[in-house]
């Protein structure tokens, strides 16, 4: 199978590699509604991939520190295997101009050099005279100069940041000229040209005089440094001290004003500055570190932290037995601190005159420190990096002959010593090493991360290749070094700024960004010119190893290759040149023709684009070397199964991730609005997006089930594993097409002013796109919709500016047509009959253009946002657009909740936590739309009244009323309820009362029930002649414990039931059954009701806090039963006549109770003083409550009762008391002579003793008396009529003859006789 290309690896490898991922839903057919889900669906699933090999590449190189950490020292080097795999070339030498060299032939002056990379220059001193290069241009004249008018020689110049509001904006940095006698400032302005990708931009520079001169006596400043914010510190040549150079403003627009130097002590001899942790370090001559920090907090303070000696001693301790780390030959030549971006613990490399590194950390602080500014407490030096022994000398003759043996002579071995100048970034080295007195040599070294990383899981152990540390496992740092030799001899090394910080974003695993960046590089300034010295990056290696198998056709050196990166890496490369990535090839063309011979950035190792042929083999071994998916089983038990990918999807998705990952997790905008990502950063990702899509679309067969190339058809499993990775590749299409449009859509808003554009949009939209990342843009329901809000954010925009609808849909469907699709062409073209409409005058063509948006609108409603909605109800409520405004949100809502998932959420209630909720808020923002119309309306009509305009404000009214009848013609129930519940949140909620519609009566039965409509409910039962449910819903009102009712509002509730209820019997109807049962138990609760508000009211002054006593409270919040009033109430309380009330209300007969009620009555009143008048009162007043009920008032029993009482108390009782209290109670006077008429001849104990029946005796004829005399009395209120003068005769014979065994009792007797004497006259 792979014998005609010749290009095919180990099977063993091909078999080991692919990763597991479960297998991606199938799509199924769906309608139209639903493909935005389903789209979300796809896009989520290549979304998890894409995070699967983000992860994949952060952990697949561990951070500088992780792995020399528990090393003390290293020295492990590989050498190139051959020239493909050297890790540095010569990229470009720009030679000095001319006329400079021909200056400095001329004069013979004093001169130095050095690289200011922040402004894309070389400066260079001649005496007084100072040149500025402009190294991008190159050209012969591409250089300015400037001198002062004194003849003073400059020793050093620097570049640092200018201060805030001192100078004028344009300028951003200041040149600092070092004199032996003084410093002066110069501004400079050096903004950045036009974009353009791959090439790097040439700044056009000003410079402006600040008359800033400082006196620096007598002193030649070796190092200049400068922070963010304008700070310059620089130490001496005459006695190393630090000085801080300080300058403010004065009342100039242009220039500085006073400045000081102010000095600090120390023999320096270098600094460097790290801004991330605001550590100055300087190195002293005598090789002491000394780490200073510079808070942010205190802008005129250097304070010295720690300070490092016997830095020798510390190495040797760590690496002993170094000759390179003898005290004699120890020389620390440079120092350079490490951005906490590229190291969270290494923060300075140190570098000897053997070529020997110092690692430096800050101990455990950084785990520590709250905050980045905050100071460090110590410097640690925690690795020592030797330099390379193995290195080939490049000058030695491989191919000499020993004269005295006659053989080959062993290659001779370069020793590094005298290393001067150097350069480090992101794990990258460059040192000088003199040659002689005209050349210099670079030492180069860069990560070997194939035996540092983790590039090759899922091989054989056997290909693992890693060297690994026998005391931690872990792998040794290893480097590739490389001799370069240069022409000149170096005065200066830096890295290039002008590499896009891409390049550099993820430490030194530079595997992630050798294809979203060019590679980086390094300027190298000679006496003959600026060197570009660039990074050779793996993709390059092995483009050349494919050149070169195109050539011998042999396959060895790929394998090799296809080995130490391991297959996915591999595969990764060859369709990033397959698909021509721009970052392998760039264009020939530049923007002129001097910068096609000076470039410095965005090249690679090709001097043209990639060729056919490296394309076409590259394609072949991205194809032959891709395997097959395969069903996997999860584990052994029958845990399921699961897709293994091919290389080829393994590859693709990797190779994506890489492209997109300078974006992915980024924000879209900054806090300003503006793009987070550039222009020129953005379009970059495009471009090589779009040639990875065409590249796909070329060769569909990649993920083709049953391509030829792929050994035929497959069955069964493999069929299935086929499929399965058709659709995951299909998804990852979709992703990447959805990105490149994505990234369209953000550079169209960036041509149209985004700042301005989306600071016209709503607050929540600009909120929501200020914490937007593109992942969420692409990958989310929020983000797609407010891609889409900002799609009418943009439209909306360009009609405010007069510019057509089809004109800007054009652009956006050209640019990004996922983004703007048919159905949105369709909202803004009923957006502009809208805008029509406006320019109308009121008629038919105005009413018809509404009628033409309002069609348009319901057609794309399912398109439609709420904020859109809300503009658009806006625009009818003010063209009185009725109709439009009510029939456009029903539309809407009814096609968001097409499923009528919120309408079923809503008619069973709105249960807690349930998913059906949202649909029904997109619902009710629908409806609300109505009803803000509503009010705007209500809200102008008032305005015109206001103002006298009677016309308008009926018109106002009447576009109200019409809108009203419109909605209430719907038969959406969500929406009634929405609507009525408006109408009821009014002042005057009446509008309800007069809708006519059947689903008045739902609502007001719907939950969430309220008082009002339970009032309403009942008075529409009462309109609609329904008496029996007006009655049966006031009962249910009156018994609610919802609403807070008050006891004297449920008896007026239960009193309304039962007149409804009564009423129902006048309607000629036989009442049924079961409404008789209601009113007689409404009847009852009524009377139950009545004692319940009876003890209340007894209660409350009984109570020291009523408001805060439970038991009052419980009694006023609800209808109680007869036993629990009886019981917790009326009983604990002491309320005998309450008991009797019950009693008496429930007919519940139990003389045993009542005798003990009636008991305790009398015993409450026995120790009063007027006991008799009062108890007489009472139960006086009992009787006329209860009278002629036996149940709570037993005359029988209160008879003897009362009379024993008196018997009790002797001569102190009042004559017929006992039964005067009775008739005081209502009892009949001839009822009340009965009754002790039995008593007296009962014989009941005490009544067997004769005085006990003479005093019944006594208080019969007293009582009897007394009737009579009333009775004859005239205008009585006892009638003569009534009296029973025979009934009372006799009775008289009967106690005058029972006086004979009673003994004598004149007065007694002589009553009895006066009684008869007047019965008998007058009856």
Known sequence: MYANSGMATSSASLQASGSVFPRPSVPQDTDHSSSLDANLAALESAKRAIQTYLTKDDNAVPELSSVIEGQNASSTYSNPRNEAWIPFVQQKRVALPQQILDDYGFANPHSTMGILSDIDRVWITMNHRLYLWDYIEGGSSSFETYEKGDDEVITHVALVPAKRGVFIDAITHVLVLCRRLSLTLVGISAPPGPAAAGIQRRRELTIYETDITVPTANQDMLSVVGTPEGRILMCGANDGAIFELEYQAKESWWSGGRASLKQRTDEITNLTFDNSRRCLYALTSSYTIIMYHLSRDSPNVVREIFRMNNIAMQAQTRCPGAPVLEPKVFKITDIHAVDLSESRDITLVALTSHGVRLYFNHRSYYRLASSADAAPSTLNLCHVRLPPTDILDPFSDPHSINPQTGQINQPQRWTVRGAGYAAYESGLFIA?????????????????????????????????????????????????AYLLPVMGNVWSVKPNPAIPAVSNAYGWNETITQFSGPPPSFLVLTNDG??????????????????????????????????????????????????????????????????????????????????????????????????RPSIVEQNAYGGGTTTRYSMRYESLA????????????????????????????????????????????????????????????????????????GIAATQLQTLMNQTIEAISFVLLLSDYNMPVTVGKMEPALQQALSQLTYEDFLTTKSGRETARSLVNGVINQQISQQVSVDAISEILQARCSSFCSADDVMLYKAQEQVRKAKELHPGRERASALEESLRLFEKGAKNMTISRLQRICRDYQELSFSYGFVSLPLKCAQVLDVDGLGEAYFDDGCPPNDSREEALVQRRACYQCIVDALKESEVAADTAIAAGQTQKAQELTDTSNNAIAFAIRTEDFVFHSFLYDWFLSKEDPSMLTEVEHPLVEKYLLHEPQTLQKTELLWQLYVRNGRSMEAARTLAALADSVSYGLALDQRIQYLSLAISNAKSTSGDGLRRYEADGEFLKDSEDKLDVATIQLEIYTRLVPMVINPDEDPKVQDLASRLMT?????????????????????????????????????????????????????????????????????IAFPIDILSEALETYALEFGTEAPPGWALRVLADGNVPNELVLDYFDRIKDSGVPPYEDPMAIRRVLDDITYFLGEWLDDALRPGSRHSRAAFPAGKAEAMVDRYLSAFRGLGDDVITKRRLLDIQNKVRSRF
């Open 432 to 480: 000088t090493q003199n040659i002689d007195s005209t050349d210099d040599i670079l030492l180069c070294t860069a990560p070997d991360l194939p035996q540092i990383g983790n590039f090759k899981a899922g091989q054989d152990s056997s290909a693992q290749q890693q060297q690994q540390s026998p005391l931690t496992s872990k792998p040794l740092l290893t480097e590739i």
């Open 530 to 627: 600026l060197h570009i010295i660039t990074r050779k990056r793996p993709v390059h290696t092995i483009w050349e190893l494919f050149e070169r198998w195109m050539r011998a056709r042999d396959s060895a050196e790929l394998n090799d290759f296809f080995i130490t990166y391991g297959p996915l890496q591999t595969s990764m490369m060859a369709l990033a040149i397959a698909s021509d990535n721009f970052y392998i090839s760039p264009p020939d063309t530049l923007y002129s023709p001097v910068a096609l011979d000076a470039i410095l950035t965005g090249s690679s190792m090709t001097v043209s684009p990639i060729s056919g042929g490296v394309r076409e083999a590259a394609k072949i071994f991205y194809s032959e070397n891709g395997g």
């Open 654 to 725: 990797a190779y994506f991730s890489r492209l997109v990952r300078p974006l992915w997790k980024a924000k879209i905008t900054t806090a300003t609005l503006v793009s987070n990502i550039s222009s020129a950063n953005l379009m970059s990702v495009q471009r090589d997006l779009e040639r990875l899509k065409v590249f796909l679309s070329s060769n569909p067969q990649f993920f083709i089930l049953g391509s030829a190339a792929y050994g035929g058809t497959g069955i069964g499993v493999s069929q299935e594993a086929w499929r399965a990775e």
């Open 1122 to 1190: 007869l036993q629990e009033l009886f019981m917790d109430y009326a009983d604990a309380y002491e309320m005998n006549d309450m008991k009797l009330l019950m009693l008496h209300t429930s007919e519940h007969d139990d003389p045993s109770l009542v005798i003990s009620i009636w008991g305790a009555i009398f015993n409450s009143h026995r120790d009063r003083p007027d006991h008799f008048t009062a108890l007489g009162f009472s139960v006086s007043e009992l009787g006329r409550r209860f009278y002629p009920s036996e």
